[in-house]
Structure formats: C-alpha cells, structure tokens
C-alpha cells in the first residue's frame, strides 16, 4: 500500500525560544482527508513568512495532492531547557489561532513537557 502523502507532513516543526506561528489545515485532495499543523520560526518577520514557505513546501513541492490554509497565527514561547510552551496572541493578517488546538497538538509532540499552556491574551 502506498504511503498517503499526509503521512509525510509533519505535526510540528518549531524554533526555540520566542517566535511566530501559524495553524494550518493540510487538505488532501485526492482522498478529502485533513490534517492540522502547527509550524513556527524565529527567523520569521510576519506570520505570512511562515506560511507561505510551507504552503510552497507543501503545494508545490510534493505530489500535487496537497492544498494548505492557514487557520490563524499567534506567538509561541518554546523552552525545551524547562520543557515549557505558552502559546498567545494574533496574527494580524491571518487572525486568532485555536491555542487550544495548537497545543493539543504541540502535547501529542512533546509528550515529555508538562507545561504546555495558551491564552488569547498578549501579542
């Protein structure tokens, strides 16, 4: 049996310390199957930077199968020394992110951390 192309995606790829992040749904289009996806880079001015490098990454860089769309953005503060996350604030551009989501996510991720909290609050 084939590999499904969403098996290839990643849940979570991160930076540490303070950065930017995106919420992403992955559409398969052949087979209608979702996947989301938190992504994060401190190297990142706006959260369209990071988005749109994976939305290329991921459209145009792999079958073909698969389409993106950013669910909203805030912050993440990633302390892997203390094995903490606190996600917060808004994308301007692409609006409030499920934190609940996102970290629900980010704890399938990092089952080790047992601080891994969100807030709408801050930006």
Known sequence: MAQRP??????????????KYVLIRVHDKQTGETKDIVRGSAAAA?????????QSELETGGSGRLETECLGG????????????????????YGLADHNRTCEILRQRFPEYNDITWTNEGY
């Open 6 to 19: 969403l098996d290839n995606v990643e849940d979570v790829v991160v930076d540490d310390g303070r950065f």
């Open 46 to 54: 706006y959260h369209s930077d990071v988005y749109e490098r994976v």
């Open 74 to 93: 805030g912050r993440i503060v990633h302390d892997p020394q203390n094995r903490r996350i606190q996600v917060f604030g808004h994308s301007q551009g």
